[in-house]
């Protein structure tokens, strides 16, 4: 039942001379009242049709309604209905159309009397960009677009109502009798053909051709002062509709920045805020992608972990994203302000960066390939940045055949925001520093607190043998010789112990403070396996040492460390080893490469071997595996919580293996290789 056109378009196919313009909903409003005042001032009884979008607007203004029915029976309203609205006779003619009827998007009332007649004849435009439905409040409402005609002129008036009655007629054509009593009493001719006819005869006759909207008709209304009230209601809302823009940019810019400063408060990752404010940022400036990513000056590339996408757009989800070539990402670290370029097919007239260590023709590469593997017709970059300080940056891309314009307040919002971000982000690295230097006092404090152990437990044992040794040498001066040297062997053997303890635990002190100087450096394993050999033996000269067998190749590529703290690693293990085998045992040193660009090193002996439960404590400070143990082998008990140390700063891994008691053991590391470095 519905009709495909609406009531403007019919119109103006029938009055071709007719040029719509632009309305606002507090211009109509006006003008709808001002004419609906004229019918209830006057003493006439005109056809008066309105049409409502939906029935609560109409709600609105039935008491008005109701007043008019009372003065005249020709009174029709149409509306969409929502709730009770239905087709009625009660007060006046209610016609409820169908809500796919074209009337649901428009403004019509029509007055026409036997003196005087005036309509108003609209379609609303698209008003998605200005109004938003989930927010929408009164001023924003009153600023509502409108295409349309308003006039006094009879014959537009007239066929208006034709119009109009003809879709009365599709919803209740039991009004026909009604209607027919209209057309006589006022001189509505409801036959389209007849319509056209009289209208092209009263053309020719008139030998004019007038815009309707400019024709005066016999009416009450003074014309030109209406014609510069309406023109005075427009500019008005011209103006309010440029504040309202305004405060709907300053509430979209407060709203993410709230969003972001929520999600600091929520937490401190930098991971967390980022993937908040990507997300919200793409979505607010409608971009086909919009990426966040950290990175500083130096960087060569960066890797996409947080990115938001539109439709059909290709992801650029943990790729590679270059930085070095990158001619954008030069210039914005140059001038630490944003870079724009609204058509990339200018590219070619932004490459006059005259400073940069990379040739033009290959930033020109990189652009275009960029441009053209990830279809970008638009390109906007802006650092995020702290007291000059580059933490990351913000880029928005179009994807598409044409380009796309940022306006300035968008830009303003996006420079906003990376403003909060670097803000956030700076407090975040600051929150991480803190947490490294807790964890660094809790190291050193629990340091302290073997510390106090240690002395309390392993330096009084010593320190009493010492004493008793030299007190009895001073006491009895006719000691045998034989006693004599024992006192002293045992004296200096304590004095040892004590003296390695001391050693190993600042060693240790300095490694988890981070206080220790790294000579890092391209080494030959097998040069570090020969130096810790020889230490090994020359400390032991007077012990006999299991058989040490070294299987570690001279073709192994070179290993990127600090050679005196490898070599450091490298003894203990083999001290170890030595320590807890016997004679007739045997210790493996093996290396091998592995797939990961890691040198791995085994240490392997045939000695007391460790419980399963016992292979990640054994890395503990001060483990003993058990008191009489320590007697029997000496040692302090920080050993291998040193090498973990050392091979952890190297970049590597450290792990023990056994198959149980008196099963021997086996220790592993890694090592960073030269080839792992090059590749990254």
């Known amino acids: 039942m519905t009709i495909p056109k609406s009531v403007l378009a019919e119109l103006v196919l029938e009055v071709p001379q007719i040029r719509p313009q632009i309305y606002f909903k507090s211009s109509l409003t006006a003008l709808s009242h001002a004419m609906e005042e004229q019918v209830l001032a006057g003493s006439d009884q005109p056809l008066v049709i309105a049409t409502f979008q939906k029935e609560r607007f109409y709600r609105q203004e039935a008491h008005r309604y109701r007043r008019i029915a009372n003065l005249t029976s020709q009174v029709y309203v149409l509306a969409a209905p929502e709730t009770e609205f239905k087709n009625s006779s009660e007060y006046h003619e209610t016609v409820a159309f169908d809500p796919r009827d074209p009337l649901i998007m428009e403004w019509n009332l029509l007055i026409l009397a036997q003196e005087y007649s005036s309509c108003l004849i609209c379609n609303e435009c698209d008003n998605s960009g200005l109004v938003d439905e989930r927010d929408r409040f009164s001023g924003m409402e009153q600023a509502r677009r409108f295409e349309g005609i308003w006039t006094f002129d009879r014959q537009v008036c007239v066929q208006s109502a034709a119009l109009l009655l003809h879709r009365i007629l599709k919803y209740r054509p039991e009004l026909k009798e009604k209607v027919q009593a209209a057309t006589e009493i006022y001189g509505i001719n409801l036959d389209l053909r007849k319509r056209k006819k009289s209208a092209q005869s009263k053309s020719s006759s008139n030998g004019i051709n007038k815009k309707a909207s400019e024709v005066v008709g016999n009416n009450n209304f003074n014309n030109p002062f209406a014609q510069r009230l309406v023109t005075y209601l427009q500019a008005s809302q011209y103006k309010l509709i440029k504040t309202y823009r305004s405060i709907a940019a300053q509430e979209k810019k407060q709203r993410l920045i709230n969003v972001i400063s929520s999600a600091m408060r929520r937490s401190l990752d930098p991971d967390e805020i980022i993937k908040v404010a990507v997300q919200e940022l793409g979505e607010a400036l409608l971009a086909s992608r919009c990426l966040i990513y ?56 932004y490459l006059v960066l005259e400073t940069s260590v990379t040739p033009k023709s290959k930033q020109r590469n990189c652009l275009e390939n960029l441009i053209s593997q990830w279809e970008i017709s638009s390109w906007l970059m802006i650092p995020l940045l702290y007291q000059g300080r580059l933490l990351g940056m913000v880029e928005l891309h179009n994807c598409g055949s044409s380009p796309h314009k940022w306006s300035e307040e968008q830009i303003d919002l996006v420079e906003a925001i990376a403003t909060q971000l670097s803000i956030t982000l700076i407090q975040a690295e600051t929150y991480t520093h803190l947490e490294e230097l807790n964890q660094q006092l809790e190291a050193l404090d629990r340091t302290r607190s073997n510390l106090i152990a240690i002395t309390g437990h392993e330096l009084r044992t010593p320190l009493s043998t010492i004493q008793v040794c030299l007190e009895s040498l001073s006491q009895e001066p006719d000691m045998p010789e034989e006693l004599r040297q024992v006192m002293l062997e045992t004296a200096l053997a304590d004095a040892d112990r004590m003296r390695h303890l001391v050693q190993d635990f600042l060693t240790l002190s300095h490694l988890e403070s981070g206080r220790v100087q790294w000579n890092i450096e391209y080494l030959p394993l097998l040069e570090c396996v020969d130096l810790a050999l020889s230490s090994i033996r020359a400390h032991k000269l007077e012990q006999e040492l299991p058989n040490i067998t070294t299987q570690v190749s001279a073709e192994l590529p070179l290993v990127l460390a600090d050679g005196e703290w490898l070599v450091e690693v490298l003894s203990k293990l083999l001290d170890n080893a030595c320590k807890f085998t016997q004679a007739e045992g045997r210790v493996i040193i093996r290396a091998t490469s592995n797939s990961e660009n890691m040198l791995k090193v085994t240490i392997s002996d045939t000695g007391r071997g460790i419980e399963p439960n016992q292979l990640e404590t054994v890395f503990d400070r001060f483990y003993q595996e058990e008191g009489a143990l320590r007697r029997s082998v000496g040692g302090t008990g920080l050993g291998l919580a040193i090498c973990r140390q050392i091979i952890s700063r190297l970049g590597g891994k450290i792990w023990a293996e056994s198959a149980g008691k008196d099963r021997g053991s086996e220790f592993h590391f890694t090592i960073p290789i030269v080839g792992n470095t090059q590749k990254e």
């Open 294 to 349: 950290q990175c500083r000056p130096a960087d060569t590339i960066a890797t996409i972990t947080h990115e938001y996408l539109g439709l059909s757009v290709k992801s650029l989800l943990n790729q590679v994203w270059p930085l070095k070539d990158n001619y954008l990402f030069q210039k914005v670290v140059q001038t630490q302000g944003r870079v724009y370029i609204e058509d990339t097919s200018l590219l070619p007239e």
